[in-house]
């Protein structure tokens, strides 16, 4: 594993949205980052799963969090505005995005490969990512130390058969993230990088390999050490990574 342990309340006075927050690594690291001391921001289709998520951190006596439903695949850029005019009159800044919200489509052939559900994937994966990004940087810019995380994974760099759509969208996903962090490069209040979470027991994992025995690799509490990493001030300077929260690395051979 990524090895880094996190200072008592690392991310104290910071705002951080998260995507996908309903549940799975989303989840995981929303409740992480409570615990750390930021306010979170909820954001997910399912708003019965982000009210859960929501009961468990004011459980766990951390600071408030909000929550903003939002459905990425059929959201489009006026949601987006709107997004952020809620957020610039609640919070007036944002300090960090963890674009966390993803879904795998189809394993089958690009032969074979539904144009529809292509779509669908490229609409959560890579566009939604985009627009939200583009669209919130003016309440990044008005933080002192803001960091923007997004997810690739192990089929980011290298095509591999029968992942089609999702494959497609970690190669964009990992492309916006490096084209972002070289554009931001000498910006020191932003810096942009990804986080390959590697094989975790979550929901699209067992949909990927329904005959895997989830206790055998890694859950979403066990990669958090990259996550809390990449989002706090110990990551200041460290720009345009793609970190294996499954690796050998640690947080010392980046600074």
Partial sequence: ??????????????TILVTGAGDGIGKAS?????????????AGRTEEKLEAVYDEIEDLGCKQPA?????????????????ANLLDTTFGKLDGILHNAGIIGLRTSIEHYDPIIWDQVMRVNVNAPFILTQTLMPLLRQSTD???IFITSGVATKGRAYWGAYCVSK????????????????????????????GTATAMRAYAYPAEDPSTIATPDDIQP???FLMGPDSKGVNGQNIDAQGTLSAQDLV
């Fill in 1 to 14: 594993m990524f090895k880094y342990d996190a200072p008592e309340l690392l991310l104290d006075g910071r």
């Fill in 30 to 42: 929303a409740i992480a980052y409570a615990k750390a001391g930021a306010t979170v921001i909820l």
């Fill in 67 to 83: 929550m903003v439903p939002i459905d990425f695949d059929k959201a489009r850029e006026p949601d987006y505005i709107e997004l």
């Fill in 146 to 148: 803001a960091s923007v």
């Fill in 171 to 198: 190669f964009a996903t990992l492309g916006l993230m490096e084209t972002l962090a070289d554009e931001l490069e000498n910006d020191p209040n932003i810096r942009i990088n990804a986080i390959n979470p590697g």
């Fill in 226 to 228: 990259a996550y809390l």
